[in-house]
């Protein structure tokens, strides 16, 4: 039975294997991370990538090219999406690579460059938006900077209290938890808001206690988590723990519909900067993914995340039909292409998305979601002005 | 300086301290009777927690039932390992005994990730979250009864080695096997047993730890190297050094989490186990409770 | 046709080729080898590169634990010392490659031994926790001497250069990659024919002998640990040229693991043992790779699976081969090439 699925299975990839030489294609690389500590979150993504993907190519593809999308699992970890990256690069030669996390994506920015391979990260690192440094890194809503400046300003207004509102941040010691620092940092200290104290936890854990203790000291009115999903879960039971009475916010990766699932209660009253809406939401383009979803039954659970991966997909494709219109698909002219999008529209799944020759800053709307009734309910949209001087911050 | 910050980091560190303490009593437990390393103790770790919540979430069964199966599926796996991969090295080279454990971490670590993935899978709660106030500090129920937890199975595996036969038979079989070989002990019947209660002993800090995080992942099996400070400080061949252990570098984390990490940015947490791990080689190398065995390198 | 062997002089028994023939098939060998750049495309290339790397590193290992008999699981340190010290002479100095090797290599080399100080007091356990502990507090001294290193974020190598010459493309590379590596393994070889070489397995074998006889332990310890390690540093320092990006993560304690297996499955305390390990390591990943890529239109799963069948089969390769051939493939090798020597008559 088991052989029988199997030599089924290869029968009909050596069929598609070489229906495919027929077909043209267009060669994308995927660098995920399904395995590494960011895997909570890397792996809706990619299936949502995928999804969206394979939805393109039921359509007709790219004008009749179908899009093959390899993929690579590179467990969050820098020298394997440099293995990976050379591999695409080299021996398959994509047009394009999807990549993941912030880390690598920021070391790989110079070869990118270089080699004028149009690289769509995950990583929303403000860093990637200058096109005079960066000019074929991309992504797809409001960077992380954008979204700790949404945090600060939404603070600002909302606080009642006396005095400057206390805030603390919180973030991992690598590339993702360190990227919207210091635009923080900056921000905060426009607005008048104490930025009281940084606590800096590991990458992974099994508790943080004594660094909640730390920022207990300070007792910070709000806090800002930079990190992913799962971590941030342990963290807010750790604190509910404690008894720790400050307001937290997490980033666009930390607030999705698994925490309140992981830190059950502690997750309740818990708010986050989200860059796309979350699965189910009613908009226009969300009939797309569950009509695919019903189509296509999944075990998985399907989330935020897997929405930002079908957004993702959606524009990339969409900027691949325009190169494919001017015959130039290549590099060069997919980052041209890309950079004629003036407000592209998903259908609403996430704000509409402009990227220009001398800003790569999709967009700079976030919305603020809260835990309430182990559902993700929204609060309000922010929206951060898009300064000249925050290029590349 | 704040005292109650200072009594809630010795708090936290009592309680991670005691479950490292659990687990390091399965490694020395191991190491007594075979004087093999087990650097897959926290492998051992991370699947009692697997298979419990297993039990729970997908078979529905009744907590203290699913804690019982679990205990006898680790004991099977301890027997098993013990019987297929560590006595056929027996007389081998030390590497090799370090090796095959290194080897046998990855195999587990693989078969978890094949079976369950990469993702946090959240545990059932199992104990009620909410704090309790202890004097000015609010201590999470989980922990208490994690530290409960230690407590009885310590007295437990304390009253087996001294008033059971079997538990005499193993003090016999570690302190010299030809002797116990010459009265009568099977000492490949106590070698399984020992590794049978290490399996045990380990899934249960799987299970506490589980619980108190509310999620279980692959970080888990990081306890087994956590485990190597404590049992070095404790002396490598007593259970008592390996509780001692347990709690002081538990202590000792938090401690320079809440007053070291502060100053370097972070990082001071994790690496002050193995800073204390050389220190005491340098200075005790046989730990506080171990026995000291004259011995050329 | 050769058979059986019959040596009439030391000279004849310690040297390294034993027929011409053998120096003949070597020498072919080598030629063949520096061609492959001309015809290996790129990726290819790629993989071959960072087998010559890991070839240096398992034999300096090998030379420590399959030699010497101290066991250490602090070589990924070493590595990230040499990578990273490599790295800061290059970007900071603008030393040229042929300085910064060497000198990466002797850094190493230098914390290498102070890390084998506590080998002359403390047991093989002990040891093999020591240099553990050594890795974690190399770990985070890198992560944060963010002058030097680069943080988390780690350091951009620039491209070695010969005067005007970029050793820039995965051929170039491979050429300096492979001068270095088969310079290491004929040292390493004629090592073991050496009073050094002969000392380091004196005490593996038997340290109070050896000690008896003269063996002055805390010289060759620190020289076996500092011969070793300056062999890690200079793998981590090709390291750093072939990834080009190098971080705290580029070296986690799995590559220490990694390469412990490498000499396990290729054999302790063979030369040619820390090749065949090596080379099969290395190729793990990428056969699994390949192997499932083919699948991968109808079993899509499959690429969820791959980091954890490369871990389950390295478990269970080092578990076999500790229990049914302790001596490696190089053991294995020898006793199919001496099958076929003797063949009909072979026993």
């Keep these: 039975m088991k052989l029988g699925k199997f030599l089924a299975s290869l029968t009909a990839t050596v069929a598609i294997a070489s229906t495919s030489f027929a077909a043209e294609t267009i060669k994308v690389g995927g660098i995920w991370d399904l395995t590494g500590v960011t895997a909570d979150v890397g792996k809706p993504f990619a299936e949502g990538v995928q999804d969206a993907i394979a939805y393109v190519n039921e359509k007709g593809g790219i004008h009749g090219k179908r899009i093959e999308l390899l993929n690579v699992d590179y467990a969050y970890k820098i020298p394997q999406a440099n293995a990976a990256y050379k591999k695409f690069v080299e021996q398959d030669k994509v047009v394009m690579i999807n990549g993941w996390g912030t880390g690598d994506t920021e070391a790989l920015k110079d070869i990118i460059s270089k080699d004028k391979i149009p690289y769509f990260s995950a990583s929303f690192s403000g860093h990637l938006t200058d096109p005079a440094k960066t000019p074929y890194n991309f992504f797809v809503g409001a960077s992380y900077s954008d979204q700790i400046r949404g945090f600060l300003q939404h603070v600002k207004k909302e606080w009642k209290g006396k005095g400057a509102p206390k805030v603390a941040f919180i973030y991992p010691n690598h590339g993702f938890g360190k990227a919207p620092i210091e635009a923080g940092r900056q921000y905060a200290k426009e607005l008048g808001i104490d930025l009281v104290h940084e606590e800096v936890i590991p990458a992974s854990f099994q508790d943080v206690t004594s660094n909640l203790l730390n920022m207990q000291k300070k007792d910070p009115d709000y806090a800002y988590v930079q990190t992913t999903v799962s971590w941030c879960a342990v963290l807010l039971k750790d604190a509910k723990k404690l008894g720790i009475k400050t307001k937290f916010y997490l980033g666009n990766y930390g607030m999705t519909e698994a925490l309140p699932l992981l830190a059950k209660d502690a997750a309740e009253g818990v708010y986050g900067m989200t860059t796309n809406v979350p699965y189910g939401t009613n908009v226009a383009g969300m009939k797309l993914l569950t009509d695919w979803n019903k189509k296509h039954p999944s075990k998985e659970a399907r989330d935020t995340v897997y929405v930002r991966g079908w957004a993702y997909g959606l524009t990339w494709a969409e900027g691949l039909k325009i190169a494919d219109k001017h015959k130039q698909l290549n590099g060069e002219g997919l980052k041209k292409a890309l950079e004629t999008l003036r407000n592209f529209d998903t259908g609403g799944l996430v704000p509409p998305i402009t990227y220009t020759s001398t800003d790569h800053r999709p967009t700079t709307k976030t919305t603020i979601y809260m835990i309430k009734g182990g559902k993700m309910t929204k609060v309000e949209d922010v929206e951060t002005p898009r300064r000249k001087e925050w290029l590349g911050l | ?297 | 046709m050769r058979c059986g062997d019959f040596k009439t002089s030391y000279a004849a028994d310690m040297t390294i080729f034993e027929s011409n023939t053998a120096r003949i098939m070597l020498g072919l060998f080598l030629c063949t080898l520096f061609t492959l750049p001309l015809y290996t495309p790129g990726y290819l290339l790629d993989i071959i590169n960072r087998i010559g790397i890991a070839v240096i590193g398992a034999v300096g290992l090998n030379i420590l634990t399959g030699f010497t008999g101290q066991i250490s699981l602090g070589n990924a340190a070493f590595m990230a010392i040499g990578a990273f010290s490599n790295g800061y002479l290059a970007i900071r100095f603008g030393l040229p490659f042929y300085l910064c090797i060497p000198l990466a290599g002797l850094i190493a080399a230098f914390f290498g031994m102070f890390v084998g100080i506590p080998s002359l007091r403390i047991k093989g356990l002990y040891l093999a926790m020591a240099t553990l502990a050594a890795h974690f507090i190399v770990e985070f001294i890198v992560t944060k001497w963010e002058s030097v290193t680069g943080g988390v974020n780690g350091l951009s190598i620039p491209a070695p250069k010969l005067g005007s010459f970029e050793i820039n493309s995965d051929a170039r590379l491979f050429v300096l990659i492979f001068i270095i590596a088969v310079l290491a393994v004929l040292f390493a070889k004629n090592l073991f024919r050496t009073k050094a070489g002969k000392a380091f397995i004196a005490i593996r074998d038997q340290a109070i002998s050896a000690e008896v006889m003269g063996v002055n332990l805390l010289k060759y310890k620190l020289l076996s640990f500092g011969i070793s390690s300056f062999y890690v540093g200079v793998a981590g320092a090709l390291i750093s040229y072939q990834a080009k990006i190098i971080s705290p993560e580029t070296f986690p304690i799995s590559v220490a693991i990694d390469y412990l297996g490498m000499i396990i499955i290729g054999g302790l305390g063979s030369i040619l043992g820390s090749i065949y390990g090596a080379i099969f390591i290395t190729l793990l990943p990428e056969l699994l790779r390949m192997s499932t890529s083919a699948l991968a239109h109808s079993y899509p799963d499959l690429v969820y699976k791959l980091a954890a069948m490369k871990e389950l089969v390295f478990g269970l390769l080092v578990i076999i081969f500790l229990i049914f051939e302790p001596a490696g493939l190089a053991a294995r090798w020898h006793s199919i090439k001496n099958y076929w020597k003797l063949y009909p008559f072979s026993h």
């Design chain 2, 1 to 297: 300086m704040d005292v109650t910050f200072l009594l809630q980091l010795l708090i936290n560190g009592l309680v991670v301290g005691s479950i490292y303490a659990l687990v390091a009593t399965g490694f020395v437990i191991i190491y007594k009777a075979t004087s093999a390393l087990n650097l897959a103790q926290g492998e051992f770790l991370m699947v009692g927690a697997y298979i419990c919540l297993n039990l729970l979430s997908k078979h529905q069964i009744p907590f203290w039932q699913a804690i019982l199966i679990t205990f006898a599926f680790s004991a099977l796996l301890g027997i098993v390992i013990e019987r297929l991969i560590l006595r056929p090295l027996i007389g081998s080279h030390l590497i090799s005994v370090i090796m095959v454990t290194l080897g046998l971490s990855s195999v587990l670590k693989a078969l978890i990730q094949l079976a369950y993935g990469t993702d946090t899978i959240p545990f059932p709660e199992v104990f009620p979250s909410a704090p309790v106030q202890i004097g000015p500090i609010p201590v999470s129920q989980g922990y208490l009864y994690a530290i409960g937890c230690v407590t009885v199975l310590v007295a437990l595996l304390t009253t087996f080695f001294k008033y059971s036969k079997t538990g005499v038979a193993m003090r016999a079989t570690a302190s010299s096997q030809q002797v116990a070989l010459s009265m009568g002990i099977s000492v490949k019947k106590m070698f399984a047993i020992s590794w049978a209660i290490a399996a045990i002993v380990s899934s249960v800090g799987g299970i506490l730890l589980g619980t108190i995080r509310g999620g279980i992942d692959m970080s888990l099996s990081f306890m087994g190297l956590k485990v190597l400070p404590v049992v070095i400080l404790g002396g490598l061949d007593s259970i008592l050094g390996a509780i001692v252990g347990g709690v002081i570098i538990g202590i000792l984390e938090n401690l320079s989490g809440g007053y070291i990490d502060p100053m370097v940015g972070g990082g001071a947490k994790e690496v002050a186990p193995y800073v204390a791990l050389i220190l005491i080689l340098m200075f005790k190398p046989y730990g506080l409770f171990g026995k000291k065995r004259i011995e050329r390198v």
